[in-house]
């Protein structure tokens, strides 16, 4: 079965350091992967995904992700985090058999001044 | 923003009364979802739907039933609301051509059962 983990509940990182929010998964085949951010009180947002091709994928927001088959991760990245940043975010795949999206358990990103 | 819509956006209902959860969208998706969301944040595919007249149980047991008479409708229908209920509801679609088309979400309905 499909399926992606994000070890960290929360990150926390000051306000223009550098972030990073983990994600590793686990599919048979070729995988589509997808990072959404969540704030409060709010939908899920799509951020980027993976399909194929270059490794390092730009989204909205700055936001980009590795893919990195080798280390079957998917790590969403920011050169410089911004305090409206905080929020949580969640990594999926999805499944191609089913073309159901599973998601991930969500990381809580804090982002302090 | 996306063009999928969910109605009410907060509900608090008694124990025991039937609710319905609408969910819309105008993009003309085959493909929605259904997702309840813990209060610790972890998302579960309750339903979800290829198309009119197609619907599927998801990944975690429910006790909520789904239609799809039209495409832009997926409402989600409880016949009789327990405090166990009390979660967030989250309403999603997506293209059905090709599997690696991104989901859009609607703002979500948060009900508290009494």
Redesign the interface.
């Known amino acids: 079965a499909q399926s992606v983990a994000q070890p960290e509940d929360q990150v926390n990182v000051a306000e223009g350091n550098p972030l990073t929010v983990k994600c590793t998964y686990s599919v048979s085949g070729n995988p589509?992967l997808?990072w959404?951010v969540?704030y409060p009180?709010?939908?899920?947002?799509?951020l980027l995904?993976y399909?194929t091709g270059d490794n390092l994928v730009k989204g909205s927001y700055g936001f980009e992700a590795e893919f990195n088959k080798s280390q079957t991760s998917f790590h969403l990245k920011k050169p410089s985090a911004l305090v409206s940043d905080s929020a949580?975010y969640?990594c999926a795949v999805?499944d191609?058999g089913t073309?159901?999206?599973?998601?991930g358990?969500?990381t809580?990103l804090q982002v302090f001044p | 923003e996306a063009d999928i819509y969910q109605t009410p956006r907060y509900l608090v209902i008694g124990t025991g009364k039937k609710i319905t959860l609408e969910c819309s969208q105008t993009m003309g998706h085959d493909k929605m979802y259904w997702y309840q969301q813990d209060p610790g944040m972890e998302l579960h595919l309750i339903h979800y739907s290829y198309g009119v007249n197609s619907t599927e149980k998801g990944d975690l047991s429910s006790e909520s039933t789904v239609s799809r008479i039209r495409t832009e409708h997926f409402p989600l229908t409880l016949e009789s609301a327990r405090p166990s209920h009390t979660s967030q509801y989250l309403c999603a679609s997506s293209e059905s051509q090709g599997d690696h088309a991104e989901a859009f979400f609607g703002q979500g309905t948060r009900l508290t059962v009494v």
Do not use: A
């Open positions: 589509y997808f959404y969540q009180n709010r939908g899920l947002q799509f995904k399909i949580l969640f999805r191609r073309d159901k999206l599973i998601f358990t969500g809580r």
